[in-house]
C-alpha cells in the first residue's frame, strides 16, 4: 500500500509531520477513552486519514469561497475534522461535542497541532443556536432522519451537508425522503474505495433549499 503522503503530491514536509503528530496522539488518546477500534498507524492513515481526504475530491465541483465555516457532529474518532483542518487554514472549524472527555481530548490535539482554525464548543448539536454554517461534515454516525432532526437548523440556507456513509441502498432510499421532507437536493453521490477489496463508501451532499 502506497503511504498516504505519497497520495497527494500537495503534502508539504510540514504538514506530513502534523500528520504524523496527529497519529501519534490519536493512537495514545485512544488507549485511554476507546476512541475507534482502529489502532495500527497504518489503518488510522487509510481509513480515518485518507477517508477524511475523499471529501476534498467532491469540493472541488462545488467551487466553493476560499473562507468556509464548517460544522462537524458527533465525529468520535474526530475525523473529518482535523484532517480538513489541516488541509484549509483559511476554513473557520466548529466542533460541536457534548462530552466532556471527548472535549478535553480534541483540545489537547489541537492544542499540540497548533491549529488555530479550530474550536471546540461544548454542547449537543441540537441546542446549538448561535450561528449557522456553510457546510456540516458527518462521518459514518447517525441515521439521516435522526441526523436531519437535530442539525438542519445548523446549515445556511444554499448550503450544504456533507455525509460519509457506506454504501446502502436502504440508507439511499431514506436519504432520498428526507431530502423531500426537509427540501433537500442530493447533488452529489460519490462512490469512492479506500484500499483493495474495501467495502464501498460513499459521500453525500446534501442542498438546503
Sequence with gaps: MMELWCLRKKFSLLKIKMYKKLIEIFLSWNTKINLSAIRDEKWVKIKHIQDSLEWLKVMK??????????????????????????????????????????????????????????????TRAEDYKEKQFDILTARAVAYIDKLLKFTYHLVKKWWYFVLYKLNSEQEYEDILKNCKKYKLDLIEKYKYKLFEDDVERIIYVLKKN
Design 61 to 122: 465541483k462545488l467551487k466553493l469561497k476560499e473562507k468556509i465555516d464548517l460544522v462537524d457532529v458527533w465525529s468520535w474518532s474526530w475525523f473529518p475534522l482535523l484532517p480538513l483542518a489541516i488541509e484549509n487554514k483559511n476554513w473557520n472549524l466548529i466542533w460541536l461535542e457534548s462530552v466532556r472527555k471527548k472535549v478535553n481530548a480534541i483540545n489537547d490535539m489541537i492544542e499540540k497541532l497548533w491549529l488555530k482554525n479550530v474550536k471546540v464548543i461544548w
